[in-house]
């Protein structure tokens, strides 16, 4: 589903983010990325969902070469993946309702369609009794599950989750993990990126370690070292 070719990401201060990264990840998988700060994790990401782009080399998704992809296409390719952020970035003065549905609002979709994908959504996080606090109600743990619902609601293939628990203590992290781990069980692709040792070595997946922009490891039910 997705390769990444002799990938080189240089900024524009000659920072090397990425060096010749060369990956293959399968529909289906369940992949962490792992790695200290600065090892590069935030960029493979942004590589994937178009928020950078490669100095050298291929990303292709879907058979898609996304490095050189047309900008009027970046909200097609956006459409095929749900992606969650480390803080959240929900609508504070939207509900969580409001929040999930507000993408497929723009999507010309009836409302009654959109009712039955958000509350879909909300039952998979556990959070459909909430649907209708405002973020500032939640704890950090739940605001995060209003982030997965709100990735999941249009029912991508692929998820992209940037350090999902990095502002979460070990109990709400836990729940993140098993409910990111719940969505790949129903088939869809998940990389999650962290550095957070236990909850890798809890859930032995394919981990890729990053180093200073290099893979240096890849291994299958891994742990983080
Ligand atoms: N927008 C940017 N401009 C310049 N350098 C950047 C930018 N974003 C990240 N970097 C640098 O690229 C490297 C990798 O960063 P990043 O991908 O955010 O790593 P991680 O997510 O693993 O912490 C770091 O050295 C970082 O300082
Ligand atoms: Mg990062």
Known sequence: MIQFRAVTKKYKNDNYALRNVNLDIMSGEFVFIVGASGAGKSTLMKLLYNEERPSSGTVTIGGINVANLPSDKVPNLRRCMGIVFQDYKLLQNKSVYDNVAYVIRTLGISSKEINARV??????????????????????????????????????????????????????????????????????????????????????????????????????AGTYE
Do not use: C, W
């Open 119 to 220: 509350s879909g959504a909300l039952k998979i996080v556990g959070l459909f009794d909430k649907k209708n606090a405002l973020p500032s109600e939640l704890s950090g743990g739940e605001q995060q599950r209003v982030g997965i619902a709100r990735a999941i609601v249009n029912g991508p293939p692929l998820l992209i989750a940037d350090e999902p628990t990095g502002n979460l203590d070990p109990k709400n992290s836990m729940e993140i993990m098993q409910i990111l781990d719940q969505i790949n069980q129903r088939g869809i692709t998940v990389i999650v990126s962290t550095h957070d040792n236990a909850m890798v070595d809890y859930f032995r997946k394919r981990v890729i370690t990053l180093d200073k922009g290099e893979v240096v490891r890849d291994i299958q």
